[in-house]
């Protein structure tokens, strides 16, 4: 890889990116929190939200400022050694087009997805502050259907987790043999 302005070169070793996406509401964040102790020594965990800042938040071409940070931010810690799980809402059409999708030898992507009654409950017990009403969880369950309609056409697919009946525990174990397996063959 060539510094554009001095020619510098330098070489970059591409790694893998995984995607654990899906609605709010369905777990992410928590599930994240709790793969550390299993992942931390092979795998940098990443909340996606952490970067969701006033600077970041223009809605232009999908939030592409947000996007590339993000993507930028995971190439330069794989270069460690140790690949990245973004924790966020993101899917294929929104990071593949991207040039700084080629930082990456591949994208996986893994949705935790729940029934729709409860991923609405579970929405509407959020704080006040989070600004859940219901028509931003009407919102957020039209894309959650849309997600588990369309995930297997999607490039490049994206495989379903249901967290209904899982606990976080349960959730995590789960995710983590999702992330070991893809890794080993990466």
Do not use: N
């Amino acid at each position: 890889m060539a510094c554009q302005s001095c020619g510098h070169e330098q070489e970059f070793a591409p790694q893998p990116l995984y995607c654990l996406v899906g609605p709010s509401g369905t777990g992410k964040s928590t599930v994240g929190r709790a793969l550390l102790p299993r992942v931390s020594d092979r795998f940098v965990v990443l909340e996606q939200d952490v970067l969701w800042v006033p600077e970041l938040r223009d809605p232009t071409d999908h939030h592409r400022a947000f996007r590339t940070t993000w993507l930028r931010l995971a190439a330069t810690i794989g270069q460690s050694g140790r690949p990245v799980l973004l924790c966020g809402t993101v899917v294929p059409p929104e990071l593949e087009p991207l040039p700084e999708r080629t930082l990456f030898s591949q994208v996986h992507y893994l949705a935790l997805t729940c029934h729709a009654d409860v991923l609405a409950a579970r929405l509407r017990t959020r704080p006040a502050w989070r600004e859940w009403d219901e028509p931003r969880i009407a919102e957020t369950l039209e894309y959650a259907a849309w997600l588990e309609r369309d995930a297997a056409t999607l490039d490049p697919p994206v495989e379903l987790l249901d967290t209904t009946e899982r606990s976080i525990d349960e959730t995590a174990a789960a995710v983590h043999e999702w992330l070991t397996a893809r890794h080993h063959r990466d």
